[in-house]
Every structure is written in structure tokens, then in C-alpha cells.
């Protein structure tokens, strides 16, 4: 069984410009959950999607947003990038009742 | 408010020094406890699912328990490839939104 997928593997942006991250769920998973995490730092929660619909959102500014399509991957896009959006970002499926399972992430960096 | 607490932050273990990892957790309505370990630079590798008080899980060298208020990590005689951060995180509640610790960073030195 394929597991959680991501792309790009990593990418380097300039301050202020946008990035979009790709996430392909597990097949079955219906919920996808964004992560991001800076170096050394815990998992910080972005956004909860499930079935489509944003379920929660983190303590982070509007600038990163994202959407779940039909066949359930998920997107996460960030604005106006600053230095410090510098991290790994993961994206983690579901179904009820199950744990999520993350993907390799997505090693971005800001300069 | 729901959260989840680990300890220690780090642990150095000499090779075959066994020791725990604690995870403890205020929560209401605990639906499920779960175990990952991460390796620098990559996603969480589930480890282990805990439901209920009492529950114990066991892979190779890993035990995790489980009691209402806290969950352990159990490492026996380690070795220098079982060095990563290990994770915890509960679910919480009717909805599948999921709570994480910090993590502990656990070094073994050969």
C-alpha cells in the first residue's frame, strides 16, 4: 500500500514570494492534516482538512491557507513568504479511527 | 485546555541502558494514544495505538503503556540505531483532531 506522499522534495523561495505544497493521502484516508516544523522544534499544527472541508486551523496567520480536492489530496499555500516559514512541512492522512500516517515532507527554505 | 506533555525533552543512554519515555496528557475524552518516532529531517513513523488503560504494545526493543493519565515508552537495551525523537500524541473528543508532545530526543551511545 503506497503511503502519504509529498511534493516537492524541498525548494528554496525568496522573501515575499508564494509557494504551493502538494500532499496525495493514503488511499481510503478521507482527512488530511498540515504540519509545519522548524529546525528542532515540535509539530506545529496548520490546518485539518476532511472530506473537502477545513475542519481547524492553527494559530497561524491567514497567509497560509489550502484546500482538499475530491480525490482528497490537499494543497497548502503560503503568501507573502518571511524568513521564518523556513521549515519542514508535513502532511499527514487519516481515516476514522485511524492514526495519521505522515509523508516524508517538504523541506522548504526561505531567503 | 487539551494537552500533552513528554519528558525528558533529550536522554542519553549508554548501548543496552534501558530506560522511559513519559507522555502524560490532560485531555477529556480520550479516544486513542499513539507512538512515532522521527528521524531528523523526515516524517513521524507510526509506532504503536494504545486505547485503553492497561493496553501495552511491544515492537523489538519498544513497550508502550498506557494508564488514564500518562503513557510510557519503554526502551530496553538500546542500541545506537534506535537514536531519533519519539513523539506522542493523543486524540481527544468526538471530532479526529489529533494532539502532539514536543518529543523527547533520544541519543544511544555505542
Known amino acids: 500500500e503506497a503511503g502519504v506522499t509529498q511534493s516537492p522534495t524541498h525548494l528554496i523561495k525568496t522573501r515575499g514570494q508564494q509557494v504551493t505544497l502538494r500532499c496525495s493521502p493514503i488511499?481510503?484516508?478521507?482527512?488530511v492534516y498540515w504540519y509545519q516544523q522548524a529546525l528542532g522544534l515540535g509539530l506545529q499544527f496548520l490546518l485539518w482538512?476532511?472530506?473537502?472541508?477545513?475542519?481547524n486551523r492553527g494559530n497561524f496567520p491567514p497567509r497560509f491557507s489550502g484546500r482538499q480536492f475530491p480525490n482528497y489530496s490537499s494543497e497548502l499555500n503560503v503568501n507573502a513568504l518571511e524568513l521564518e516559514d523556513s521549515a519542514l512541512y508535513l502532511c499527514?492522512?487519516?481515516?476514522?479511527?485511524?492514526?495519521?500516517?505522515f509523508g516524508p515532507g517538504t523541506r522548504l527554505t526561505v531567503t | 485546555e487539551d494537552q500533552v506533555t513528554q519528558s525528558p525533552e533529550a536522554l542519553r543512554l549508554q548501548e543496552g541502558e534501558s530506560s522511559s519515555l513519559n507522555c502524560s496528557y490532560t485531555v477529556s475524552g480520550l479516544r486513542g494514544l499513539f507512538w512515532y518516532r522521527q528521524d531528523p529531517g523526515k516524517g513521524p513513523e507510526f509506532l504503536f495505538t494504545l486505547y485503553s488503560a492497561g493496553e501495552e504494545k511491544e515492537k523489538e526493543r519498544l513497550k508502550a503503556t498506557l494508564t488514564k493519565k500518562e503513557s510510557f515508552l519503554h526502551i530496553t537495551a538500546p542500541k545506537p540505531e534506535d537514536s531519533a525523537t519519539y513523539l506522542c500524541?493523543?486524540?481527544?473528543?468526538?471530532?479526529?483532531?489529533?494532539?502532539f508532545g514536543t518529543g523527547t530526543s533520544l541519543t544511544v551511545i555505542p
Open positions: 488511499s481510503g484516508h478521507t482527512s
Open positions: 500524541a493523543v486524540q481527544a473528543g468526538t471530532g479526529n483532531q489529533f494532539y
Open positions: 482538512y476532511d472530506e473537502g472541508e477545513e475542519r
Open positions: 499527514a492522512s487519516s481515516f476514522p479511527g485511524s492514526p495519521p500516517y
